[in-house]
């Protein structure tokens, strides 16, 4: 079945930086939209960044220019490098997947967030 497993969390001083990955495993890691996700207990799930099958990529408005998200196919893993770190970013981040669905798009799954397989979440906090 589907596995989404992420690593990389932590706690970082404002402006600082972070890197998250994430390993997938259970199904067609090439067939599928992967993104990354945040939730805290005040604010509901919401989309960071997510990539296509082709690498092209979307991205919060939050974390345009601070945040990159990668993927690499052979190894089945998702990135996500986060830069400037603000204590706004202070979050539960989910690794996704979704199979890709030419009546889904990218950017509607970022809007949305509320379809696709999680993993377990990695809590960054940025403290000011």
């Known amino acids: 079945q589907v596995h989404l497993e992420e690593s990389g969390g932590g706690s970082v001083q404002a402006g600082g930086s972070l890197r998250l990955s994430c390993t997938a495993s259970g199904f067609t890691y090439t067939a599928y939209f992967m993104g990354w996700f945040r939730q805290t207990p005040e604010r509901e799930r919401e989309g960071v960044a997510v990539?296509?099958?082709?690498?092209?990529?979307t991205y919060a408005d939050s974390v345009k220019g601070r945040f990159t998200i990668s993927r690499d196919n052979a190894k089945n893993t998702l990135s996500l490098e986060m830069n400037n770190l603000k204590p706004e970013d202070t979050a539960s981040y989910y690794c996704?997947?979704?199979?890709?669905?030419?009546?889904?798009?990218?950017?509607?799954?970022?809007?949305?967030?509320?379809?696709?397989?999680w993993g377990q979440g990695t809590q960054v906090t940025v403290f000011s």
């Open positions: 996704a997947g979704l199979p890709r669905d030419p009546r889904m798009s990218p950017e509607y799954w970022l809007r949305t967030a509320d379809v696709g397989y």
């Open positions: 990539i296509d099958t082709d690498d092209s990529t």
